[in-house]
């Protein structure tokens, strides 16, 4: 009898920390028109508002159907406060957004002036007006390392990209492998080192947004797997050592193509992930998005999930709460989720200069070709 007891003391206990309650919503907000809208990053303001980068088909100055790339403030309830475009004739994209140490704003993405895409950073007032532009061959591998790459503790930089192998040939296809890499560089840009993880028999995909430091000085990564077995996706989240020898891996996942988009840490030291479930490699909007939140150790504490979007950025907010961003029913898309009230240090309105902004990661591929976004274009190093 006493076993018994036992047992069920532990199952109940156990399954209070595997189903803890997700926070409830607090607010969405869409923004766009008629055109294909989009959110790609979302940062909490030193004013406890948010700055969201994204792409709209709906308000762009140039050809009538090409995108343009779009800044959008909101207050700390997600009222808009003012919005600004920016690009030329063609396609122009907006994938990140940092605030600057005088209240200004830095977004990075693509431009395609010639037809093809050139990597692109805008740098803005307080207001969103523009300040200037760099296109293609004005960035440097400094600037990309300064604007793009993940900051680390010591000064340097924690970028993360995969890595493809050739494992040989069906008929006329060649067949490859997948897996991820993260590389580690000094102050001035200098490699320090590199690890790559992988399952056997398993593909591993990274997207961007995810790769970050973790307090104890190691690294955490956001990535996907599939493997051969289950043909598949699952969240792959894996926890380095501050020399990117891993010290734990956990795999998130049910029956259907699971995909880890984004991660950032939580007060707690714990993380919280972004991700879609849908369709492996599509990037198309056609499934469900999800919030979940792991301790320190990567065990699952919540997951939250929001039918018919995709949420490409999300991260605690000074409140406890969280919010992320992505895109719904052609729209872009925040949602917040409440908090306990309590301040937390979220690393915002710190006064961190434009050029130490760390927003997200660049690829280094085995070719030496900077490729932010694997699934949309490479180009030539600077």
């Avoid at 993940?150 to 050739?166: A, K, L, P, Q």
Wanted: glycine fraction near 12%.
């Amino acid at each position: 009898m006493f076993r018994i007891l036992l047992i069920l003391i532990l199952l109940s206990q156990f399954s209070n920390v595997a189903g803890a309650a997700a926070p409830a919503e607090q607010w969405n907000r869409s923004f766009g028109g008629d055109g294909e809208d989009s959110s790609w990053c979302v940062r909490q303001t030193s004013d406890d508002g948010y700055i969201v980068a994204g792409i709209s088909s709906s308000y762009g100055k140039g050809t009538k159907g090409y995108p343009d790339a779009w800044l959008i403030k909101v207050d700390e309830k997600g009222n808009p406060q003012w919005n600004k475009t920016f690009g030329g004739t063609y396609f122009d994209e907006g994938y990140f957004a940092s605030q600057t140490s005088d209240g200004g704003y830095v977004l990075s993405g693509y431009t395609f002036p010639s037809g093809y895409a050139e990597p692109w950073l805008v740098r803005t007032d307080s207001n969103g007006n523009e300040i200037w532009n760099k296109v293609s061959d004005e960035i440097t591998h400094e600037d990309y390392l300064k604007y793009k790459a993940e900051r680390t503790s010591d000064g340097g930089y924690i970028v993360g990209d995969m890595v493809e192998y050739e494992i040989g040939s069906y008929f006329a296809a060649l067949l490859v492998d997948y897996d991820i890499r993260i590389t580690k560089y000094d102050i001035n840009g200098n490699q320090q080192w590199n690890s790559t993880f992988g399952k056997n028999q398993s593909l591993e995909t990274l997207s961007s947004d995810s790769v970050k430091q973790t307090p104890d000085g190691g690294y955490v990564i956001a990535s996907t797997t599939r493997s051969k077995d289950s043909n598949s996706d699952d969240i792959w989240l894996v926890k380095t050592d501050e020399y990117g020898q891993e010290q734990w891996n956990k795999t998130f996942g049910g029956s259907r193509d699971d995909a880890a988009i984004s991660i950032s840490m939580t007060s707690d030291d714990g993380y919280v992930l972004t991700g879609r479930y849908n369709d492996s490699f599509s990037y198309a909007i056609d499934g469900s998005a999800f919030i979940l939140n792991t301790d320190s150790e990567g065990n699952q504490e919540w997951m939250k999930v929001f039918p018919n979007c995709t949420l490409y950025s999300g991260r605690q907010t000074s409140d406890g709460g969280y919010i992320a961003a992505g895109v719904k029913n052609g729209n872009a898309w925040l949602v917040k989720l409440e908090g306990d009230g309590e301040a937390i240090d979220c690393g915002i309105g710190k006064g961190v200069e434009y050029k130490d902004i760390a927003d997200s990661n660049v690829n280094l591929t085995k070719n030496n070709i900077y490729d932010i976004f694997p699934w949309v274009v490479s180009v030539k190093p600077f």
